[in-house]
């Protein structure tokens, strides 16, 4: 049995308006755990813009990949990839790896 959530107005932190939180998006975030927004949309949109956009990727906020060095397994050249290679595993450069699927 699922329960109704009611809509509620929120107080945003940054400019001090009220803005809805309606009762399917507090659904939504409490199945993801997340915490009741804190800012109203724009505000929220205008920090996203300020943190060089939103949902870079893992790209940080300045929107640029973070790349390491790395000697590929296959072939042994020098390449570099997006993830800090710890030994576990092989690491191949783009022309191995895309050859392998």
Same mark, same amino acid.
């Given at each position: 049995?699922?329960?109704?959530?009611?809509? !509620? +107005?929120?107080?945003?932190?940054?400019? =001090?308006?009220?803005?809805?939180?309606? %009762?399917?998006? #507090?659904?939504?975030?409490?199945?993801?755990?997340?915490?009741?927004?804190?800012?109203?949309?724009?505000?929220?949109?205008?920090? !996203? +813009?300020?943190?060089?956009?939103?949902? =870079?990727?893992?790209?940080?906020?300045? %929107?640029?990949? #973070?790349?390491?060095?790395?000697?590929?397994?296959?072939?042994?050249?020098?390449?570099?990839?997006?993830?800090?290679?710890?030994?576990?595993?092989?690491?191949?450069?783009?022309?191995?790896?895309?050859?392998?699927?």
């Amino acid at each position: 049995m699922t329960m109704t959530t009611q809509d !509620k +107005q929120l107080v945003c932190t940054a400019c =001090g308006s009220e803005f809805p939180f309606s %009762g399917e998006e #507090q659904e939504f975030y409490t199945s993801k755990g997340f915490q009741d927004p804190k800012k109203c949309k724009p505000c929220r949109d205008a920090a !996203k +813009q300020g943190r060089g956009g939103g949902g =870079g990727g893992g790209r940080g906020y300045g %929107g640029q990949r #973070q790349m390491y060095p790395a000697t590929c397994s296959a072939c042994g050249i020098q390449t570099q990839v997006p993830f800090q290679p710890n030994g576990s595993k092989p690491v191949y450069c783009r022309d191995c790896y895309q050859s392998s699927y």
